[in-house]
């Protein structure tokens, strides 16, 4: 059972793990049915792969058609999928299939607008670790859906040395030996810093990349300016779409 | 295992399952911490149940102290939770546990703001079954925090008869009968309907509880003089801050 | 995984979970094969659902045709079910099938017993949790299968306030005021109760339902009497087929 | 986590798997508190594993003190049981640590009715895989609390050659052949026959165990003479009680 | 979830439960293929089973077709399965099903290796507990597969008196008593022993099997001339192929 | 419960599920007991972690001194690990806590050697995911025990384009391409090539890492030569300590 259908069946679980008795009271005898999910507001779709568990794991015998597909820009009144079988097992499905299409469409749909003000430059919109428990791999897949990139899944699959991390290992370059000598040769290391000075530092302890974290749009400017180039180059906190329509036409990003 | 502590455990497992290799390079040998956790805006507090059980998961030797209870508002700055133990526990815990408290807190916050609009009224704000998968409970726990009051958890702990039950039931009367035929005489029966006619039927039928959906003040307004009194009455979608305020000032509740 | 597939899965991994050695040593070889499952004694059928799932989870490609449904009575000899498929399969759900059948159908064809000397009656026969563990949601759809109906499920699904709640509360107008600042108003609130003045109490506070526990014949009727329809009554306690078939005789119930 | 944990664990989550709206209602702060398990009638005590590790998993920091140890015959009223605690731990553990000990404590009172009739006899009173689904390990213990042995515990420690296996194989001898071969030789093998001729065909065969399935005491007389001490004997069906007590006065056992 | 179930979850968690990077990026849309697994070098076929089920955990649909069956010998060069499906999920099962096919005939070759020196004389291979974590029903049967037999699959399905036991229970005989009194009819008694007095005091107590540990070739010998068919005999420890050889060589088996 | 922890109750349910019937017989009563494991040969410790949970999770209570650190060299007849406890639970424990020391010592050991014969050469011993299923993470902690380091974990911690990926994409370039287009900028782009060519055309299209596969060592030679450091280079196939050495010998490394 991977992570998705672990969540699957945990929602399903705390939502009809003892029956629905409403329906089951009123549908005594087996019985066909259909159902379609319309879109009640313009978006971008996410969640349709979770959906799609979620209805095949209630019964296997119900039949989906989707409509659009994962990603795809749809419009209020769009019929996304129809799905078709067991009267009762559509309606055990129905609520937590549209919690998952709600809520990572809801995701993709804000991404989108981000990716959106910043087409054309040569930034990417990247993802974070504060995602909701559970969630985390439907939410970076919903972050993909609208056209944003994801940075590392878990604590596992990427190297960030952050604040604690240096304090304990005395300096950056001092955190940048150990994480060397331990790593895999296919990871790069990223730093996150938040003065100048520590620019510096990581560069000299030869980071791939550098995480500017809560700096003003000026400090951040002269930081992109020192590094020129010599590691990638990541802004963290304070972004809102408002700051960043702002950051583009002042020529800063 | 209880719900909250599979979903805890399915949260560490996508953040953690394999590892920090950032911390354990650097941690090569135990080592004793601690940590504080700090408010960064006004807030409802929740979710602290689910952080305790987070950092007391990964290690049972953590201390936590927390100086705000569940439902406290606290302000920006104010110091919420202490905790102290080995480093690697505490690195592994801390986002895990964050992101239960910035999304149960957020929750409980909005609540708030909805609870303090309807002070002095005799109307509850109550919730729905549109949570996030997999953290319902923690989500009405949050509710509750705020504020607020719980509709049914789940299908199988309360009766809500919708449109798809009547169509299928024949009509309101038949729907509750065979309810009433299967339901434990612990429970009362609600009907969402959406028209003046159906408030008659469902009265004839004898439900405990209206649901009037997606009505209009003025409908809505109809329809409560009508039941006058002889069922509870819900009132559902298309509820926003904006919209309850100039409900009030019209004297609509 | 729902709660009826958690049972029988742990019930199939105590009887099978490290293979079936007798069966799989004259079964070298795949073999298809075919058995019927016919009633010892007249009884009310119950537990095919979970029969069928067995024999389902062990080897989906096995086929089942049940001949009489859930609820139905049946005599000493009836074919109940035929089933066909992998004979290894079939020999490895057989026994686990049977003693789902052999418990259910025993609980329903009880109740049955007990609902059919109440006919005529206004009174309904009820079941508790005094269930067997990890049974309770098959052994509730038996006592359904038999006739009778369903108490609460859990003590997530139904309000009870007991003497200890009581007690602890200080009185019982203190336990109700403090469940309904916090229940769901979907639900009826229930005491039980053992004394004259705890009925008094109890109607005063407005509760929905009254549990006489423990009480004789006699004081039910007196309090049953003082009720008079204010409350709904429960009597729990030394009820037994005889003293069941005594108290009609005498118009006590 | 072991099968008991597991059993315990899915009896918790049907009870209190989304928590206890009465008490938690009633108990808003946590409270200290104790109770008792009293004896209602005389019995042998069984389950007291079960019910220590229900209360132990809900919280471990209650504490219990058994008055009596698993086997014991205790009287109506006897004390069996002291816990202390958080009050809500208590509440939440209670009915599903009764469930056990009154289930499991009625098959050790059952099991010692048998064995005491059979006592001063060179006869073993064993049990069977008829158990309740996911309890055969708890109820085997009971078993043996009640002073009864116990037959395999399931399909892979115990080697049972029934008549579907006779069936499949060809014959009684081609069966053993077939296990033999397979077998582990720390096994003995046991063989299921209703009739003369099977006794000598399994004593040829080289048996270690016979079981005489569902035969008459006069025919299992004449069976046991056959035998005549070649292999163990079984006797499986019909066994009540009232049969057994005639069987040895008339000095058939 | 049968125990094969269990460790191929794991072992499919472990290797692709965030997804599969690279193939998830080059296979944007789904696409059908194909492969074969081939052997690279001479072996006994075993781990066919958990193959099996491994692609069709990732993929009910993808279709296979083995070309050998368990235990057969096959050549390098020699196609062994054929598999079909969508490209992703083949990807994704791989090599996990790699992993399960190398390590269990790997097993499975060299059980065969002692096997074949074995032939003809009337001793018979058997394995042990000293498995891999997790592997053990897969592991016996890949000693199966390359001829050998099966000693216990756990602590729960023969009984073995060790060294720790005769202590604890102060003499052999103490020991197999204590078993006895307890133990299921169906199971023999097997004492690990390693002196002579051993011997007597094992044969004295009753027991079916004596398992002589870690004694030289000669004591062995001396062991099997005074058991002398009263106890079947196991030889445990130092047993290598070469040692093997050397012994029937002389005689010694 | 994480990885390790998975594992290890999957291998304490296979050894102990149902119990130990042998230890259970004879340890009626609770009794305290220690233990010693002793190296029976030189090697280099690994699997601490692993068999100091084993002991725990099977009883908390079991205290345990380890005289040696993961990665020590140890020798034969050196006390590595004493324990002390309840006997039954040390009897448990015991085979479960070995098969981890053993099997994860003889990688770390193996290991050892290869990385001995490395020492003072600009190469680094690195495993692949060709692990024992579930054993993954066990495994590569085997192998930084042993000095060796880890590739990547699993399909989502790395890149590695292959041959299949190369076909499905239809070249290396546009493989990287898709790769780059959706994968996280922290990872590197590893290739798997195995002629001249190929090694030309992944370093045109810009990756970071190049697996040289199944290569001869003159042929390896050219290759590393034609890179020139703009990639790293793996070599994979056919390592033996043997050709390990010659090689060194012969200047090839």
Redesign the interface.
């Known amino acids: ?3 998705i259908e ?23 005898h087996p ?1 066909q ?1 259909s159902g379609v999910i319309v879109a009640k507001q313009d978006c971008i779709l996410a969640g349709t792969d ?1 959906a799609r568990r979620t209805f095949q794991m209630v019964d296997p015998d119900v039949t989906l058609r989707f409509l659009f597909q994962e990603g795809d820009a749809v419009s209020k009144g769009d019929e996304l999928l129809r799905v078709e079988g067991d ?1 009762l097992s559509l ?2 499905s129905e ?2 299939a ?3 299409l ?2 990572l469409s809801g995701i993709a749909t804000l991404t989108h607008q981000y990716v959106a003000v910043l087409k054309g430059h040569s930034v ?1 919109l ?1 993802d974070t ?9 439907l939410e970076k897949q919903a972050v ?1 859906a609208g056209g944003g ?14 604040d ?2 240096i304090a ?2 005395g300096s950056i370059l001092a ?1 940048v030996q ?2 060397k ?8 290391i ?1 730093v996150e810093i938040s003065t100048m000075d520590q620019v510096d530092e990581a560069l000299a302890a030869g980071v ?2 550098i995480m500017l974290d809560n700096m003003s749009i000026q400090e951040m400017a002269a930081a992109v300016k020192r590094i020129c180039g010599r590691a ?1 180059v990541e802004a963290s906190g304070n972004v809102s779409l408002t700051q960043l329509r702002t950051s583009l036409k002042q020529g800063w990003i």
Request: no cysteine; glycine share 6%; hydrophobic share 45%.
């Open positions: 059972m991977d992570m672990q969540i699957i069946t945990l929602a399903l679980s705390e939502d009809s793990g003892l029956g629905d008795i409403t329906s089951e009271s009123i549908l005594e019985r049915g979770a009267l309606l055990k609520r937590v549209l919690n998952f709600q809520r990417k990247i670790r504060k995602t909701t428990p559970g969630l985390r791999l993909r990139f994801n940075h590392r899944f878990s604590l596992y699959d990427g190297i960030l040395i952050k604690n991390h304990v290992a955190a150990a994480v000598n331990r790593m895999s040769h296919l990871m790069k990223e791939d990349v990638l």
